[in-house]
């Protein structure tokens, strides 16, 4: 097996690249995979915004993706996807439609127009150059956590948001990782203080080892109440999956924002999660595809907090305050 890098790139056959434009305090984050992969997702949040996820609908006839694409931008950056078209159009890539050729490249948005970033781009939005920015720096191995792509503006209730990652091996050998943009309404952190909701599931103090705090203060910690916000991530596995199961394997997954967010799925979150499978490795029975469903959400809630954790404040005035601001943690590479 490949070295464990504790990321979504631990799945064989997975690359990740990401764009990041601090001064406009937003960026793109891609998913591309070797070969078509069995995909899937379910949006749970009130706010969403997407491009080509009703075609992972288990009903709907295309079975399989070329990519995906996590974006800041709300609506302006659904134009990230167009530019990871093109670039895998121009390597060959997509859905063949008599002489078309059609690169399937599902996308989620997060909201960050107003963390103090420059938006004024002028007529055009910048997502699609930086769509094709992030698939150019597409590879396997490790990538940048934090402040970087789809988690560049991201913000929370308490502290910056980020883009987050973590990955697992199931008691069968198939492996299973997620990759998250924090942008939630609420708090990935509990009160005031530096612990994570989803200390309990931490691996070799990958978020800082702090545990769980003496007193729980679950009070509500919202970053507004009249702006959008939106989590948006994937989980990947190696382990055949049919698109039924894909999408039971997002449903899984958002229970790990359940366990890492409080709250979340709000009316004006538009939390998204994709779940993809590189088919390589057979799977067939219930019971390890229930322990998969059981990791998706494991993953999920770790890379959350990582994504916290790993963030840094935008270079800009008023920019919200990152984990390590406030509370000087040590920094785990």
Not at 16 to 36: K, Q, R, Y
Not at 171 to 186: D, F, H, P, Q, T
Request: proline share 5%.
């Amino acid at each position: 097996m490949a070295d464990h890098l504790n990321l979504l790139t631990d799945v064989e056959g997975v690359a990740v690249g990401h764009s990041t434009d601090l001064a406009l305090g937003s960026g793109v984050t891609t998913i591309v995979f070797d070969e078509p992969a069995v995909a899937s997702c379910t949006v749970l949040g009130g706010a969403p915004g997407g491009r080509d996820t009703a075609l992972l609908d288990p009903a709907m006839t295309v079975g399989t993706v070329d990519g995906l694409v996590l974006s800041g931008g709300s609506a302006f950056g659904l134009d990230a996807a167009g530019g990871v078209q093109a670039g895998l159009r121009d390597i060959g890539r997509g859905l063949q439609v008599g002489s078309a050729l059609v690169p399937i490249v599902p996308q989620a948005i997060l909201f960050d127009l107003i963390n103090g970033g420059n938006k004024d781009w002028g007529l055009h939005s910048p997502y699609r150059d930086l769509g094709y920015a992030a698939f150019k720096a597409t590879a396997k191995g490790p990538f940048a956590l934090g402040s970087v792509g789809a988690g560049t503006g991201a913000t929370t209730a308490t502290v910056k948001g980020g883009l987050g990652s973590a990955s697992a091996v199931s008691s069968k050998g198939y492996r299973i990782a997620a990759i998250v943009a924090v942008n939630a309404l609420g708090s990935a952190t509990i009160g005031d203080g530096p612990h994570f909701w989803a200390a309990p599931f931490e691996e070799s103090a990958e978020f800082g080892g702090l545990g769980m705090p003496e007193n729980i203060d679950s009070r509500l910690r919202l970053k507004g109440t009249n702006i959008t916000a939106t989590t948006i991530g994937a989980v990947v596995t190696d382990a055949q999956l049919t698109k039924a199961e894909a999408h039971r394997l997002s449903i899984s997954a958002h229970d790990g924002f359940a366990r890492a967010l409080l709250p979340t799925h709000l009316p004006l979150d538009g939390d998204t999660v994709f779940a993809a499978s590189t088919g390589k490795h057979a799977r067939d029975d219930m019971p390890s595809f229930m322990e998969l469903c059981h990791l998706a959400a494991i993953v999920m809630a770790r890379a959350i907090a990582r994504g916290v954790y790993e963030a840094t404040a935008l270079p800009v005035e008023g920019a919200q305050p990152a984990w390590r601001d406030r509370f000087a943690g040590p920094r785990t590479l």
